[in-house]
């Protein structure tokens, strides 16, 4: 299964987009971008997942570049509550999900 | 529709003894994961189980097992407690490989003393 590498720590101001983004260079073809979030205290919770194309839901956008070495999660208008730490994890079955360090997330007011 | 359970929510245990901890999947779904979580190593996969048959296990030792019942419900037991063990134990459920996404519980926080 693919790594990923994601930056530390990140703010947004509140309102405005938040791009979050990750990279997997070793990623096959056959693994999904799976991203998930993590509210201290709670078990993470599913944002989104994606291919090869990009894809959009209710929580968030996910741009996976052509070459699929690299993705950015999109929150587009980030509230107080979106501060959580996102994991970026790259899988086949996504039946046992490498969660690494993620990305927190901070939302400032 | 409910989430997934888990219960208890805590518990403290002394070394050496043993544990289990119980997770009830949303309704439908066969496929259930645990997952421990700590300061010093975060998320890690524990196993996963599907129509009652652990289907996949990560690295950790054989004091740490698990079960699957007809239901869909799930045990995890720890026997012969370390300190090293106390952690926040998460379970997960999907309908098959969580390639929609798993819905985590809340987790049970487990203290070691």
């Known amino acids: 299964d693919a790594k990923t590498t994601q930056p530390t720590s990140m703010d947004c101001a509140e309102g405005r987009a938040a791009n979050l983004p990750c990279n997997h260079s070793t990623i096959s073809g056959n693994e999904y971008v799976y991203w998930y979030r993590q509210i201290h205290s709670q078990g993470p919770q599913y944002i989104i997942h994606?291919?090869?194309n990009n894809e959009t839901n209710e929580m968030a956008s996910l741009i996976i570049t052509e070459d699929r070495k690299s993705s950015t999660l999109i929150l587009p208008h980030a509230t107080l509550r979106d501060t959580a730490v996102y994991y970026c994890i790259a899988e086949t079955g996504a039946n046992n999900l490498f969660f690494g360090t993620g990305t927190r997330l901070t939302v400032i007011p | 529709k409910a989430g997934v359970t888990q219960t208890p929510r805590y518990l403290i245990k002394t070394r050496g003894q043993q544990v289990t901890l119980s997770c009830s999947p949303i309704?439908?779904?066969?496929?259930v994961s645990w997952y421990q979580q700590t300061p010093g190593q975060g998320l890690q996969f524990l196993f996963e189980y599907f129509s009652e048959t652990q289907r996949n296990k990560g690295n950790f030792p054989g004091r740490f097992s698990g079960r699957q019942f007809s239901n869909s419900r799930s045990e995890m037991n720890v026997s012969t407690l370390e300190l090293g063990d106390s952690a926040l134990y998460l379970c997960?459920?999907?309908?098959?490989?969580?390639?929609?996404?798993?819905?985590f519980g809340s987790g049970t926080r487990l203290t070691v003393v």
């Open positions: 997960a459920s999907s309908l098959d490989r969580g390639l929609d996404g798993y819905t």
């Open positions: 309704s439908g779904h066969r496929s």
């Open positions: 994606g291919l090869k």
